[in-house]
C-alpha cells in the first residue's frame, strides 16, 4: 500500500474549505489538464455522505473511470471519498480539517494499492505516485486560491 500525506495551509474557515474541497465544480476546475468531468451520480454542488460521484478523465494517455462514494463525514473536521470502482486495487482519501487562528489546516491522507502485482508495484514507483502528488497539489492550489477569495 502506498501512502501520501499533504498538508495546506489556507487563510479560510474550515467551513470554507471544507465545503470548497467537496465541490465537483471545483474539482472538475482543478483537474482541468486531465480533463476530467463528473459524468455520474453527483455532478455538479457539494457531495455528502453516502453520495457518489463517477469520474472520467485522461491520466497516461488514457480515458479512464473512477467511481467514489464518501464513506465518512464530520461536518467541517473530515471526510473520506474511496473507491467503489476503477482501476485501482484499493483507494481511500481521508480530508482532515483544522483551523488555528483564522487559517484552516488541510491534510490530505490518501492509501492506495495498485493491480499487477510486481507490475503494478514498479508503476507505482516509477510514474503512478508522482502522478497522484502532482494532481493533488494542483487541486489543493485550486482550493487555497478560491477559499481565500471568499
Known amino acids: ?8 495551509k489556507i487563510k479560510a474557515s474550515k467551513q470554507i474549505v471544507f465545503d470548497v474541497s467537496r465541490n465537483i465544480d471545483v474539482h472538475q476546475q482543478s483537474a482541468s489538464k486531465s480533463n476530467e ?6 455532478t ?5 455522505l453516502n453520495e457518489t460521484v463517477t469520474w472520467r478523465g485522461k491520466h497516461f494517455g488514457f480515458y479512464l473511470t473512477h467511481k467514489s462514494i464518501i464513506s465518512a463525514m464530520n461536518y ?3 471526510f473520506v471519498d474511496e473507491m467503489v470502482e476503477g482501476k485501482f486495487k484499493s483507494f481511500k482519501h481521508e480530508h482532515f480539517f ?8 488541510m491534510n490530505d491522507l490518501l492509501q492506495y494499492e495498485t493491480p499487477f502485482g510486481s507490475i503494478g508495484k514498479l508503476f507505482d514507483t516509477l510514474f503512478l505516485k508522482k502522478h497522484l502528488i502532482g494532481f ?3 487541486r489543493n492550489k485550486m482550493l487555497k486560491k478560491i477559499a481565500e477569495n471568499q
Do not use: F, H, Q, S
Request: aromatic fraction near 6%; charged fraction near 15%; glycine fraction near 10%.
Open 1 to 8: 500500500m502506498t501512502t501520501i500525506n499533504l498538508i495546506t
Open 37 to 42: 468531468v463528473a459524468i455520474a451520480g453527483v
Open 44 to 48: 455538479t454542488g457539494l457531495i455528502n
Open 76 to 78: 467541517y473536521d473530515y
Open 98 to 105: 483544522k483551523e488555528e487562528n483564522g487559517v484552516t489546516i
Open 136 to 138: 493533488l497539489l494542483e
